[in-house]
């Protein structure tokens, strides 16, 4: 990333809410569940799955909790009813982690017996440190009580990650394995790059040796080829393992990854809470200056910015 990419980064949460609205249409399947009905059903038309998640994770009160339990529902329902091959992903503050810790225990397993009952899975997407415990816990708790109907992610970016996968083996939890996004202190993260992509392949290793379906979930094609060389090394077909990638993030490697033979699901946000999101998929983004300004200019000179903003496809 260039010094003025990296400087605009630092100050995106600067930058007008209007303008990352505009920006987030890459990453984002739109407001309404019937906005990531439309993308799903376009992804598996194009071979891939999907696994949906309802933005929420800003909420402040129990009634949006509560109104985010349902939209999880209700996608479970839409899923079900239009037979489409694609999960729910949960972030476990947006149910109610932050407010209280049961609270977010009744909705999370109500949206797994919900899922269950529809013979569909749930992931429970991992935050910042802070949450770490208690996904672990929340996950144990509901494996306890008989679901075995939900996994959980690991971040590769963080020391512990290792021993929890260890730790986890004997329940054979579905993983998703990411880098992870949030910035955390030395003492609990790695850094440096190349020890991040090192842990990834590790406890990718750990993972697929204790007999865990694993979601390869990166952009990073040296990881991805990684990922494929482990695999057919042990011989694992597609029932142990799949790729997976955010919506808008470098199509053209997924589209490689479906031509290989391997599955892939991508993550399809939808909702009304769109900015804490799409602001970390653009700190993520390599050239987020070439996009701010193209907007910019599309703005000064109308008409110009359809020109400047490549199609979705082209996109990385
Ligand atoms: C399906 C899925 C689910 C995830 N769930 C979680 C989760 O629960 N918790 C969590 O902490 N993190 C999650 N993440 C995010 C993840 O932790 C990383 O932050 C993110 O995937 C970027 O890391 P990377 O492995 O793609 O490698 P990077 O080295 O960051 O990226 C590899 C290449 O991909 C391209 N790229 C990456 N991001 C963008 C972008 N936004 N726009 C354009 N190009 C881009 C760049 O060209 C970059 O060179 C998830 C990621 C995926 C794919």
């Keep these: 990333m260039g010094l003025f990419d990296r400087t605009l980064v630092r100050l995106l949460p600067a930058v007008p809410r209007p303008l990352v609205q505009r920006l987030a249409g890459r990453y984002i399947a739109g407001p309404e569940v019937a906005d990531a009905v439309r993308v799903v059903r376009g992804l598996n038309e194009g071979g891939k799955a999907a696994t949906v998640d309802v933005l929420g994770e800003e909420i402040t009160s129990v009634e949006e909790a509560r109104s985010l339990t349902d939209e999880y529902e209700q996608v479970l329902a839409e899923v079900d009813l239009a037979s489409l091959d694609a999960s729910v992903s949960v972030k476990l503050t947006a149910l109610g982690l932050k407010l209280d810790r049961e609270l977010c225990r009744a909705n999370l397993e109500e949206v797994v017996r919900d899922a269950a009952r529809r013979g569909n899975v749930v992931t429970i997407d991992m935050e910042?440190?802070?949450?770490?415990?208690?996904?672990?816990?929340?996950?144990?708790?509901?494996r306890a009580a008989g679901l075995d109907n939900v996994g959980l992610v690991l971040q590769a970016s963080l020391r512990r990650s290792l021993a929890d996968a260890r730790e986890l083996a004997d329940l054979r939890p579905s993983v998703r394995l990411c880098k992870g996004?949030?910035?955390e202190p030395a003492e609990l993260a790695?850094?440096?790059?190349g020890a991040v992509r090192a842990n990834f392949t590790q406890v990718l290793e750990e993972l697929l040796d204790s007999g865990c379906y694993v979601g390869i979930a990166t952009h990073d094609e040296w990881l991805v080829e990684e990922g494929c060389r482990l695999v057919a090394e042990r011989g694992l077909d597609s029932g142990r393992y799949e790729f997976q990638m955010l919506l808008g993030v470098r199509s053209s490697l997924g589209e490689r990854i479906v031509s290989e033979g391997h599955r892939l699901r991508i993550y399809v946000p939808f909702g009304r809470h769109w900015y804490a999101y799409t602001l970390r998929r653009l700190q993520e983004n390599p050239k987020i200056a070439g996009y701010v300004a193209a907007d910019t200019l599309g703005r000064l000179?109308?008409?110009?910015?359809?020109?400047?903003?490549?199609a979705r496809s082209e996109r990385p």
């Design 190 to 193: 790695f850094r440096d790059f």
């Design 181 to 183: 996004i949030y910035v």
């Design 301 to 310: 000179l109308p008409g110009a910015s359809a020109r400047q903003l490549p």
């Design 128 to 142: 910042d440190s802070s949450t770490t415990d208690d996904a672990l816990a929340l996950y144990r708790e509901l």
